[in-house]
């Protein structure tokens, strides 16, 4: 769906990488590993606490009070009944860390069930559950825990029922919303189908889906739980004396501020230390196991695709001559996509000319490279991970990878223009429509706000919404899809463009739609005179609309040439099978042949011809090395050594 | 909108009613005799049941709730029998201090939070980035009332930069500036945890909304980094930005009970406090309820928030 | 001097002018010289005198209201207050009190007999029409009042059904301040006298925001004459620790009840002045005596031999306290056993002592403790370290922590019965007082459940004595006796203590633990 997403085959890795251990992973994370080993050390100290040969934490000299750290004897001084620091730290620590381990087990454990209850029973069921954690969520938080502790009576299992109480809806709250988009899936109609009972339902089906999100719940609370109950004991509601614990430690010393610092530092810093250990591996498991993070973390993308230095790009490549005249000449382009050490070749070196006027398509599957071609134009590639390795992209024989960020924005939506490929995601869903198309104009004519309104009307009006007048005041969510590819559309003529890069503008639409948004574009780009390029995997849309076509697979043009010819006389096996797809073009044989097999997977390309495992006429030839695109017949060119063959 | 309003304002009623049941029924349960805490020490065992049964203790708890409810509706809290005020009238002389440093609080928090997430973000794996992260850590690892302490004792005390507690000045007080040198410390702290939170989330919704398709489209058409961060992602950042807030909200509420302990802040929190403490139950009854509904109100402003920054939300 | 050393110089000169005036410091807008600003350990609950039951809130009143009664300074002796004179019959169940004349409220209205009336009445006869604006917990102190009788506009005369010897202490008390309430000012508010007052003291109320300021300004026209300073401002401060540091910035000028460990970082400053003063206050441990291992002397006796008082009077509370011996406190000269020696701390002593009860294996017990409360000192840290010296004699002690209110309402009337200690304390006007309620056979807090004939008479005999030396004779003997038979661990008897700025001349605590300002002025 998002041309952001990494191609397939790269995607197809991130999942045999998710087999890995998780623990491997999680230490490949320098932060989750130093939260886990802090939380180590403090875990193996407090479990050895009866082997340290530590005084008994409860143990009062009252002529030892207060003494200062580095007393001899108490490593940490004594608190204000001469009892020793250390020790109460050790065992405190431990008292702390499974109260918070505790709790958040608990509140996990009943807040889950509420919320798949409430998720699969639906109805009253869940009306009433809902409600009830509604009613619980409008307390303020510690509020109600301290309402709780007040009446239940002050003590440490008391402190631990109100956090683990207050705590319980949002794990319900979560598990429920969780659940829910689970239980609509279709394999759990087929589960009930099936005859199973509810309870394996549950079990089997059900909890598996929302396990992830209740660990990382889980590891995200116990840090809040252990402050949370030291909060209750500070107020002296938690544990009682001579009981030691984190937050009644610090309440002891609260008084001794000024007198004896370390009473209360010393815990404060050891809450802190531990909050640390647990947040971070948190995060860590996190990171881990929330899928929409599992790819590699959230990296921010930048403002346009990095790329090699252009002595490098340039390696081995000839003067462009003519070229630099024409609006786009793509020379040799190599763009990569670097995720944990695997390289994806996405683009392995595409040469691509455009004319003005010209409408040129590109035709190949999913993962072929053909949009992260339409990107790299413009370096709107994601990066991270993307990066333009190899090759130039002239604009009028400007190198668009080396012009600067202010030039480039000036190209972008001005002389060459972006159609994308699912108007749902791709249009901003906060912004009027309209506002949106206003927007590119003042970016590149700096007309006033009304101008710019006016003109997006105008715009409307010739991409043949009707009612322009009210729909530029319409949210994206409020259009069809039709409509919306509309806006698309208008968005990109907004500035006359000389070149307009179409990516599968009407895959998201129904055939009818389809049809009419097609005709539009043709019929303006027409008016207009600017050239296209229309990226397809319908080859039957492109040889509607374009002069001349490229075919693309795993990275690479295997065929190129004008449409009559490729249509009439397809060389590369690949283009044919393509052609086979399309069934109103071909002969009348009537049915659609899938391709058998995957394209290859884009970090481990075969040597030789990509397409050879897919291959009716493969010999072993194929691949043994590089093929190189040799002329066929006049500007028909062809990736493939059996291509002269009848 | 207006129906919109109308429909969140109706679903909160039966929440504030379950509300107000969860109030009684929890404050009922304080152990500790009220009538003993208005008789002190040493009041004889007659003395209490006499004054049980003025202060209609000894009736059913139901009975007790449907009185206190209709009391309720007709705007009294019931009259505090330590205080000796009606307790509608302690709560609005608190209410002003709570809000004004729980609203400074979220403020801080709010502003500071965003942005730094937002910087964070934009800059992320620099070296502004990890330092704001670390902070941010720290934020959430933090026990507030141990930074209050630390706060106190060093720009208070060791420093004497600020006062140390209290909202104004006991002379020539009550002034702007004199109300906010006050306000600093304990917002400052109030304000910590949450803002933590809210640059951690920040952080990570711009980082998720900049990964979105319509900003690629921001940026082909050639609109400049400044123009696709803060016009197109940070407003759908907001989007899940706004209810955190929210929820911030409840938390600074609720951490307010220490913090205005901490710096003698003459708020609800300390009057709860010390209203659990003398086991003035009326008191408690009405101030949990009044921060409660307080917290609702806000939950439905955010609820509101949300939707006039997201049109799908509006329609829905 | 070359032109170079000169610029060094001066650069030098405004470095240090720099370092000396320091950082910015906060200040707070100085106080004005005539207005004392006080570090008080909690919100006022009431104005009105009948009505209070906290040792806070009448620290406070003392200064609104005066009583027909004073006490003097320093001591627990009585002096006249309102009333001019007074005679108690022979029979010692007649009070009658010469009013002194021209006595104006601060609401103007005059004081005179009929309004002493109206004031006892109110509070002592359920019929009366401002009975409601009750209650009235601590009325019983003044003892078994029958009834009040104006002689004429300036005389008055009260009635006991008994002779009740502590009377006239009760008077002088925050109690007696009762008898000082304007009339008119309980017609005018009702229910809300309660939040306005109105009395005929040095000091008058001004206003009241709460959780941060109640102010009191000079009654210009105090019969005493005005007092020095033209206000008051009692500021609640209820966390100990937020107290010192408002002392310490200057946000108060007299903080009331300083930490035992912030004592010294006041002490050694010049620019503060350190009070102390020993008053009627005992704190103890309550054995229940009802169950084992306490019904038996000898474990009673080796609680007492088992905790080192001393130490926790040094260490603990620094010097706040001294040890206690028995019921009575020092703080009553007159009617304190002097020759009585508290129990030695003996581990031995009490390890034998309790072996001797049937315990030779030690014993385990459970020990209330209460959080914080009125008089209770650091009650978690003193049970934690009365704990530590009692496992140290093998009573094991489980500690159980409850909020004050909570702790009343488990030990009164009487512990249950697996608990056998509890933490108390008592503050009182009058020997009689402690001992009625909480050693006579079923007192009203007699919560350890003790009995003892011996005990009972010399209490009855002690209250109807109204000699006064006889009467000290009878508590003499009854802290002999007390302190043989041991009901209670006798720990420590408090001396209230105060800091203020220098600035702050002529302040004294008093032994009643009320705070008397009429004398106090601020240079």
Not at chain 2, 281 to 294: E, K, T
């Amino acid at each position: 769906m998002s041309a952001h997403a990494l191609p397939l085959a790269a995607a197809r890795a991130s999942q045999r990488w998710m087999f890995a251990p998780i623990w491997s992973r999680l230490l490949r994370n320098p932060m989750a590993a130093f939260g886990l080993g802090l939380l180590l050390v403090i875990v193996v100290i407090v479990l050895l606490a009866p082997v340290l040969h530590l005084p008994p934490p409860e143990f009062a000299q009252v002529a030892q009070r207060l003494k200062p750290p580095l007393t001899p004897g108490h490593p940490f001084g004594t608190d204000q009944v001469g009892r020793d620091i250390l020790s109460r730290l050790v065992w405190g620590t431990r008292l702390s860390l499974a109260v918070g381990v505790f709790s958040a087990l608990a509140a996990s454990l009943v807040g889950s069930t509420i919320g798949l209850l409430a998720a699969f029973r639906g109805g009253w069921v869940d009306a009433l559950l809902m409600r009830g954690i509604d009613t619980l969520m409008a307390f303020p938080y510690l509020l109600l825990a301290l309402a709780i502790v007040a009446a239940l009576g002050p003590g440490l299992f008391n402190a631990m029922l109100a956090i683990i109480v207050v705590n319980v809806p949002f794990f319900a709250r979560g598990v429920r919303g969780a659940a829910l988009s689970v239980v609509q899936a279709d394999f759990m109609s087929a589960a009930r189908l099936c005859g199973l009972s509810d309870a394996r339902i549950v079990l089997t089906e059900l909890l598996p889906n929302v396990l992830p999100g209740i660990i990382i719940g889980v590891s995200t609370t116990i840090g809040w739980m252990i402050l949370e109950t030291a909060g209750l004991s500070f107020l002296g509601l938690g544990a009682q004396p001579p009981q030691a614990d984190l937050g009644g430690m610090l309440g002891d010393g609260r008084n001794l501020l000024q007198i004896a610092p370390h009473v209360a530092t010393i815990p404060g810093l050891v809450i802190l230390l531990l909050a640390i250990g647990i947040n971070l591996l948190g995060d860590g498991l996190r990171d881990v196991l929330d899928p929409k993070l599992k790819a590699g973390g959230i990296a921010r993308t930048k403002a346009r695709t990095a790329s090699a230095p252009a002595s490098e790009r340039r390696a081995g490549l000839s003067p462009p001559g003519a070229d630099a005249r024409l609006p786009l000449a793509i020379r040799n382009l190599k763009t990569e996509f670097r995720v944990r050490g695997s390289v994806y070749v996405a683009v392995g070196g595409v040469d691509l000319k455009i004319a003005p006027g010209e409408a040129v398509g590109i035709v190949g599957e999913s993962g072929s490279g053909k949009t992260v071609t339409a990107l790299s134009i413009l370096g709107l590639v994601a990066t991270p991970p993307g990066r333009i390795v190899g090759g130039e992209i002239l604009h009028h024989g400007e190198d668009m990878v080396e012009v600067d960020l202010r030039r480039l924005q000036e190209v972008r939506g001005g002389k060459v223009a972006y159609i994308f490929q699912d108007p749902q995601t791709t249009l901003n869903p906060l912004i009027p429509v309209g506002e949106q198309v206003a927007e590119v104009i003042r970016q590149h004519q700096g007309l006033s706000r009304p101008e710019a309104r006016r003109r997006a009307v105008a715009l409307f009006e010739s991409v043949l919404i009707g009612d322009a007048i009210d729909k530029v005041r319409a949210y994206p969510h409020e259009m069809s899809g039709g409509q919306r590819q509309r806006v698309g559309i208008a968005m990109a003529l907004a500035n006359d463009p000389e070149l307009i890069v179409a990516d599968e503008p009407t895959t998201a639409l129904d055939v009818t739609t389809q049809a009419q948004v097609l005709k539009l574009l043709n019929d303006l780009r027409h008016e207009r005179g600017a050239a296209l390029m229309f990226i397809s995997h319908d080859f039957g849309v492109v040889a509607a609309l374009c002069d001349r076509v490229h075919v693309m697979y795993a990275g690479r043009v295997v065929e190129s040439g004008s449409v009559k010819d490729v249509l009439a006389h397809p060389r590369h096996p690949y283009t044919r099978r393509l052609l086979a797809c399309v069934p109103e073009l071909g002969s009348r044989r009537g049915r659609v042949a899938p391709i058998p097999g995957l394209p290859p997977s884009l970090d481990e390309l075969p040597p030789g011809c990509a397409f050879a495992p897919r291959c009716e006429l493969v010999t072993p030839a194929c691949s043994a090395g590089d093929i190189s695109l040799d002329e066929v017949g006049p500007g028909h060119f062809g990736r493939c050594i059996r291509m002269d063959e009848p | 909108m207006a129906g919109l309003i109308l429909r969140r304002l109706f679903m909160v009623i039966p929440v504030l009613f379950g509300v107000s049941v969860i109030v009684f029924l929890v404050i009922s349960l304080i152990p500790g005799d009220p009538a003993r805490a208005i008789l002190g020490t040493f009041a004889t065992p007659a003395n209490v049941a006499e004054v049980t049964r003025q202060l209609g203790l000894d009736k059913p708890l139901p009975v007790q709730y449907v009185i206190w409810i209709d009391n309720l509706l007709h705007g009294d809290l019931g009259r505090s029998y330590i205080l000796h005020k009606p307790v509608i009238d302690e709560i609005m002389a608190r209410l002003f201090p709570t809000l004004l440093l729980a609203g400074a609080a979220l403020v801080l928090a709010s502003v500071f939070g965003v942005l730094l997430g937002i910087l964070a973000a934009v800059g992320q794996n620099g070296i502004g980035d990890r330092l704001i992260t670390v902070v941010a850590l720290l934020g959430i690892s933090t026990p507030s009332f141990w930074l209050g302490m630390l706060f106190i004792f060093w720009f208070g005390v060791r420093l004497a930069w600020l006062p140390v507690g209290g909202m104004t000045a006991m002379f020539g007080g009550g002034g702007v500036g004199d109300i906010l040198a006050h306000l600093i410390l304990p917002a400052t702290t109030l304000a910590a945890v949450a803002g933590a939170v809210l640059v951690r989330l920040t952080r990570g919704a711009m980082l998720e909304v900049l990964r979105q398709d319509y900003i690629r489209t921001a940026r082909a058409k050639g609109l400049s980094e400044r123009r696709v961060i803060y016009g197109h992602a940070f407003r759908n950042a907001l989007v899940a930005i706004i209810p955190v807030i929210g929820l911030q909200a409840g938390f600074v509420l609720g951490g307010a009970v220490y913090i205005e302990t901490v710096f003698q802040w003459p708020g609800l929190g300390r009057m709860l406090v010390s209203a659990i403490s003398t086991r003035d139950i009326l008191l408690v009854q009405g101030g949990v309820l009044v921060v409660a509904s307080g917290y609702v109100l806000i939950n439905l402003l955010t609820d509101l928030a949300q939707a006039v920054l997201d049109p799908r939300i509006r329609t829905e | 001097m070359s032109p170079m050393m000169l610029t060094r110089r001066s650069l030098l000169g405004s470095v240090a002018a720099v370092s000396a005036v320091g950082l910015p410091r906060f200040s707070l807008a100085q106080s004005p010289a005539d207005v004392l600003v006080i570090g008080h350990v909690a919100e006022l609950q009431t104005l009105d005198p009948a009505q209070a039951v906290t040792i806070s809130d009448f620290r406070i009143l003392i200064n609104l209201y005066d009583g027909l009664l004073h006490y003097k300074d320093g001591s627990l002796d009585v002096e006249p207050g309102l009333a001019e004179s007074y005679e108690v019959s022979p029979d010692g169940k007649t009070y009658t009190f010469k009013l002194r004349k021209g006595v104006k409220f601060h609401d103007g209205s005059e004081f005179n007999a009929d309004a002493v009336k109206f004031n006892f009445d109110r509070v002592l006869d359920s019929k009366h029409p401002y009975h409601n604006t009750g209650p009235f917990p601590f009325v019983f102190t003044l003892g078994p009042i029958e009834k009040v009788e104006v002689l004429d506009p300036h005389t008055v005369q009260l009635v006991y059904k008994e002779p009740y010897a502590p009377a006239l202490s009760m008077l002088a008390g925050a109690i007696g301040g009762l008898a000082g309430i304007s009339p008119a000012a309980v017609k005018k508010f009702g229910k809300d006298f309660s939040r306005n007052g109105g009395g005929a003291g040095p000091f008058k109320f001004v206003e009241w925001v709460s959780g941060q300021r109640f102010v009191l300004e000079a009654n210009a026209d105090y019969w005493r004459g005005p007092p020095k300073l033209k206000g008051l401002v009692f500021r609640p401060i209820v966390d100990e620790n937020a107290r010192v540091s408002e002392m310490q910035s200057g946000g108060t000028d007299i903080t009331i009840e300083v930490p035992p460990d912030n004592i010294a970082g006041f002490t050694s400053s010049p620019d503060f002045t350190y009070y102390q003063q020993p008053g009627p206050h005992l704190w103890y441990l309550v054995l229940n005596t009802k169950t084992k291992p306490f019904d038996d002397k000898r474990a009673r006796q080796a609680m007492n031999y088992a905790i080192n008082k001393g130490a926790m009077v040094t260490d603990v509370l620094k010097d706040t306290a001294t040890v206690a011996s028995s019921v009575t406190p020092p703080a009553f000269t007159w009617a304190f056993d002097s020759a009585l020696k508290p129990y030695p701390y003996d581990p031995a002593k009490a390890k034998q002592l309790l072996a001797e009860a049937g315990y030779p294996n030690g014993v385990d017990v459970t020990f209330y403790v209460t959080e914080s409360g009125s008089g209770m000192l650091s009650p978690v840290l003193m049970g934690t370290a009365i704990q530590a010296d009692l496992a140290a004699v093998g009573i094991r002690a489980k500690i159980e922590t409850y909020e004050w209110n909570t702790f009343l309402g488990k030990i009164i009337p009487a512990l249950p019965a697996d608990v056998a200690v509890a933490e108390l304390s008592f503050m009182t006007q009058d020997p009689d007082m402690h001992p009625a309620l909480a050693l006579r056979t079923g007192g009203a807090v007699n919560s350890g459940g003790y009995s003892n004939p011996k005990v009972d008479a010399l209490i009855d005999q002690g209250r109807q004595e109204t000699n006064r030396d006889k009467r000290a004779a009878i508590y003499k003997e009854l802290q002999d006796v007390v302190y043989d038979d041991a009901p209670w661990a006798f720990i420590a008897n408090w001396k209230q203590n105060a800091v203020s700025s220098a600035r702050v001349k002529g302040f004294e605590l008093h032994p009643s633990f009320t705070t008397r300002f009429y004398g106090v002025s601020k240079v």
